[in-house]
């Protein structure tokens, strides 16, 4: 059985021909401890490492000649106090959860997911390199990543710089080329 909001994403943005990334998610979580949540694990398989319109790039765990496996190597990122503070008031305890980068945009925006708790309950923070003055360069999205790749995709929600084509179709572009 397919996650919700993988079916859905399927639905408006066509998989790769190629196919997506074969992980042995197992072998992952027994040698970092790190656990991944289902969603993200079914996009890795349908997907694999690519971009969404040419602008959001998806990092997976390595997989050999993608450049896009650099999941695992992505550090905790260094923010400013004042990043970490905005993204504080944002969330419920004011407390900063261990943040991991899953995504970037063509602008440099950075999609993390707030790990906290189970993995299938992380929720995604996206920071915006690029807003208006006064306004928050974070948004706080209480879903997984493709609840947040369906969302941005049909303008429930704007998180990134830009907007993804509007234009209503919307292409995956696999590492693979196909």
């Not at 992952?28 to 969404?52: C, H, Q, S």
């Not at 706080?140 to 990543?145: A, I, L, S, W």
């Given at each position: 059985?397919?996650?919700?909001?993988?079916?859905?994403?399927?639905?408006?943005?066509?998989?790769?021909?190629?196919?997506?990334?074969?992980?042995?998610?197992?072998?992952?979580?027994?040698?970092?401890g790190?656990?991944?949540?289902?969603?993200?694990?079914e996009?890795?398989?349908?997907?694999?490492?690519?971009?969404?319109?040419?602008?959001?790039?998806?990092?997976?765990?390595?997989?050999?000649?993608?450049?896009?496996?650099?999941l695992?190597?992505?550090?905790?990122?260094?923010?400013?106090?004042?990043?970490?503070?905005?993204?504080?008031?944002?969330?419920?305890?004011?407390?900063?959860?261990?943040?991991?980068?899953?995504?970037?945009?063509?602008?440099?925006?950075?999609?993390?997911?707030?790990?906290?708790?189970?993995?299938?309950?992380?929720?995604?923070?996206?920071?915006?390199?690029?807003?208006?003055?006064?306004?928050?360069?974070?948004?706080?999205?209480?879903?997984?990543?493709?609840?947040?790749?369906?969302?941005?995709?049909?303008?429930?929600?704007?998180?990134?710089?830009?907007?993804?084509?509007?234009?209503?179709?919307?292409?995956?572009?696999?590492?693979?080329?196909?």
């Amino acid at each position: 059985m397919t996650h919700p909001a993988v079916d859905r994403l399927r639905e408006l943005l066509p998989p790769p021909s190629s196919g997506g990334d074969a992980v042995d998610w197992e072998q992952i979580e027994r040698t970092t401890g790190l656990a991944f949540p289902a969603d993200y694990r079914e996009l890795v398989e349908l997907y694999g490492g690519g971009e969404i319109d040419e602008y959001l790039s998806v990092s997976t765990p390595p997989v050999p000649g993608s450049p896009y496996g650099d999941l695992l190597v992505r550090a905790e990122p260094a923010l400013s106090d004042r990043d970490r503070e905005e993204l504080g008031a944002l969330l419920p305890e004011g407390a900063l959860p261990p943040l991991l980068p899953f995504a970037d945009s063509a602008s440099s925006d950075v999609a993390f997911w707030l790990r906290e708790g189970a993995p299938d309950g992380w929720r995604a923070a996206v920071f915006r390199r690029q807003t208006p003055h006064g306004t928050s360069r974070w948004t706080v999205f209480d879903g997984g990543v493709a609840a947040l790749c369906v969302a941005a995709l049909t303008g429930e929600v704007r998180p990134f710089s830009e907007q993804l084509s509007a234009s209503g179709r919307h292409e995956f572009v696999s590492w693979r080329g196909a």
